[in-house]
């Protein structure tokens, strides 16, 4: 049983794993609303992902002209994180470089998660800073799933609604490789609404490159949803399997590899830039609402 630590109040509870400062239950008024972990369709509820977003080609990574070896979605998620404060309703979780991470990852970081609960919702601030000498790339996202429906009546009535119309074409990965395809896709968005359906997935996750959006809600029509805001992301993915009971909405910084690509970390779409004690934040807000 992995560790875990508890926040909440009188309407929200939220529990995170010190693996990964893994958001692994989310709780409104009671109910469930965060995917509970299935090794039949996804072993995760809501993994942090750090320094790389998506698949490697050879599971590994080109970094200043050397190759180490990269797990999909990077190691953060796989390793424990200092609690570093804890109350009622918030913690702060902190990982840092050590010589298990070089073997993977040569820089010198400090990733810290800052969590609490909110009136109607969860609100995750991620702090990525350089705390070596060097200029350093890496990619860094949020990756939550959703339960979907929350009423089996309900499943066809969801639709994700973005803050902004989506026009620019998605990116859609090789499902074997999960490499990106070099072309782009029309997006399946309309306007501001996009319908999720299983189909809509066998060729697997949505990546979005170029996002207007930085809010997307997700819900029955009419009712009660997820309201799900990502003010410092600037690319997004919306993934499940067909017929899971889930949907994940995943606010990244950065893209999986391009099948065309050498491999660099430092080419992969999306990758960011630190210098030399820069920091750079990436806040999540998750509130449930009616509000589309």
């Not at 991620?126 to 799933?145: K, L, W």
Request: net charge negative; with cysteine; hydrophobic share 40%.
């Amino acid at each position: 049983m992995e560790r875990e630590i508890q926040i909440g109040n009188s309407a929200v509870e939220a529990r995170f794993a010190l693996r990964g400062a893994e958001l692994v239950s989310l709780k409104w008024h009671g109910t469930q609303r965060l995917w509970q972990r299935d090794p039949v369709w996804w072993d995760s509820c809501a993994p942090l992902l750090f320094p790389v977003i998506g698949r490697s080609k050879g599971a590994a990574v080109s970094i200043a002209g050397k190759t180490y070896p990269m797990p999909p979605h990077g190691f953060f998620r796989d390793r424990d994180c200092t609690l570093v404060a804890h109350d009622a309703q918030s913690a702060i979780f902190e990982q840092k470089d050590d010589a298990q991470t070089r073997l993977h990852f040569p820089y010198a970081f400090n990733l810290r998660v800052e969590v609490r609960v909110e009136a109607a919702g969860v609100a995750m601030l991620a702090i990525v800073r350089n705390d070596g000498d060097e200029t350093m790339p890496y990619c860094f996202g949020y990756h939550p799933g959703f339960v979907w429906p929350t009423e089996p009546t309900l499943r066809g009535r969801y639709v994700c609604m973005f803050e902004q119309p989506e026009t620019a074409p998605i990116r859609r990965a090789d499902v074997a490789t999960g490499l990106l395809k070099p072309q782009g896709f029309p997006t399946p968005v309309v306007g501001r609404r996009l319908v999720p359906e299983d189909a809509m997935f066998a060729a697997g996750a949505l990546h979005f490159e170029t996002v207007a959006s930085r809010r997307v809600w997700f819900g029955p029509e009419g009712a009660e949803g997820i309201d799900v805001r990502f003010p410092d992301s600037p690319q997004l993915g919306i993934w499940t399997k067909p017929g899971a009971p889930f949907l994940c909405i995943e606010p990244w910084q950065g893209l999986a590899e391009t099948d065309m690509s050498d491999g660099s970390l430092e080419r992969r779409p999306g990758v960011r830039f630190l210098g030399p004690g820069e920091a750079a934040p990436y806040r999540l807000f998750v509130e449930f609402t009616t509000t589309t």
